[in-house]
Structures are given as C-alpha cells and as structure tokens.
Nanobody, 120 residues
C-alpha cells in the first residue's frame, strides 16, 4: 500500500519559516519525481516545486528564492523549506509522487495534505 505522509505545517507570522516533510512508503522512491503542490479553497491545485531523483529542481515563479525543495534518496524523504512566508502562501500543501519516464508504473500518488497558515 502506498502512503505519502506529510508533516511540518502550521501557523506562522509573515516572514517566518516552515519545513515541510514527506515520507513516502510502498514506492521505489528513485523512480519518482517528487513535488509539492498547494491548494486554497475555490482554486485549482498548483505546482510549487519539484525535484528529480538526480536532484534537478524546478519552482513556481512566486516562490523562487524563498522555497527550497530537497530529497534524500537513501532515506526516501522529500522536504520543502519555506522561508520568508507571505499571507498568500497560505494553503494546504500536498506531497506528490509522479513516475519518471523510467518507471513502468504510471500511477501518480498524493499525500493527505498539511495546512500552512501565514497570518499576523
């Protein structure tokens, strides 16, 4: 059974930081591009950042220079360091496992989400 367990969300003030973590189980971790998405009520889920198994990263423009995604292939974990948080970063953040082109299993997996609230 595949599970993506997220942790690290919470309530912070503008300018503060949070470190989100995701620990997938039941998948061959290095065969997936790992990512973080976020969603606010009434809006579509949007991509925040991705990291390949080789460590290549990509970011949504509005978080570049503030958010940093990383993965540990030995521990099968992925993290999102969120710095200088803004109220508009408030959302439920979801961990995502997207199969790489080398993965014959084409299924995509999601975590349950962790709430990040930025408010003074």
């Amino acid at each position: 059974q595949v599970q993506l367990v997220e942790s690290g969300g919470g309530l912070v003030q503008p300018g503060e930081s949070l470190r989100l973590s995701c620990a997938p189980s039941g998948i061959l971790f290095t065969f997936y591009v790992m990512g973080w998405y976020r969603q606010v009520p009434g809006k579509q889920r949007e991509l925040v950042a991705t990291v390949t198994s080789q460590g290549k990263t990509d970011y949504k423009d509005s978080v570049k220079g503030r958010f940093f995604i990383s993965r540990d292939n030995n521990k099968s974990t992925v993290h999102l360091q969120t710095n200088t948080l803004k109220p508009e970063d408030t959302a439920v953040y979801y961990c995502n496992a997207n199969p790489s082109i080398f993965n014959p299993d084409r299924r995509e997996y999601w975590g349950q989400g962790t709430q990040v609230t930025v408010s003074s």
